[in-house]
């Protein structure tokens, strides 16, 4: 049986490399950046455009209000969920991102997951392995953390964070290869098979 | 090195039977209802009314302004800490309930755990195992979920069900021996050692 296993995390939480360590002990494939360049070709906006609008605030209620067509946002999502779908009716895979645990609410074979961490640990993780961040490295988490939980809840019902959306909530203070050996044994159970 | 785990779950979760289990497979104490007991002791209060208390409403805030001493569910909160911290103090052991996750907040060697379900499951659960129950099982189980959540938020100073609170947030709908499993690979990973 097939088995995708979505991943949000929260920024400097090591969730990315979580979900690509995942991806080769189970070998199957992983999608992240892919995402947004199946987009792009998909919408007819070019990959920067998509990345931008990804994490540019989305669309005002009163811009809404004055459009006549769907805010450019709205249609970015679509383009995307489409993407999301398709790629979920291939077979087992890891998806990053993107609202994935969302747009497959309806999938029975989706194991979502979210990974976190304590704020000073995310902190740390950045100021080690992220080297090209010229403003304050608290500042600049904090922000990406606005980013994506208003991404995250201007497009889902959730509410970023929120047990009740995942299968599964690990805190990456429990060590990387913890929450490997965690997420596989969940997916294992329900039933993900390699290619 | 010893670990205390702690488990919050929600009710017709299964959690507390994953806790059970979780003892079992590790060889360590398993504390639930004996906390109750305990708590009596201390207090000087009796087991029925200690058990009370916890279900009861919590003080509100003019009967608390009214009183000289601290109201009698706080006073029973401060002896179930203590009870709490004694028994977190003689090694490994898992814990239900009680507000063990916030009690223990600055302990290093504790893991925190969150049981849930999606509600429909824990109606099911709750209509097949518990037996005495006379009124609606839905309505039941939103009733306790509401003392769950209102205790819980009352006397510590967390949300209810958010992931940040814990190391590990698992949906139950998993299997119960699946849940026990990942548990017991993240306490493994914390050290725990059976006596």
Known sequence: MSCVVTFTREYGSGGRIVAKMLSEQLGIPFYDREIIKYTAEKSGFTEEFVREAEEKKTASLLYSLYMTSLPVSDQIFLAQSQVIQ????QGSCVIVGNCADYILR???NCL????????????ARVRDEYKDISEDIRTYVLKQDKKRITYYNYFTQNKWGHSHNYHLSINSALGLETCVDITAKAAIAMGVKGE
């Open 106 to 108: 309806d999938e029975r």
């Open 112 to 123: 979502n997951v979210f990974i976190y961490a304590p704020l000073n640990e995310r902190i």
């Open 86 to 89: 398709e790629i979920a009716r």
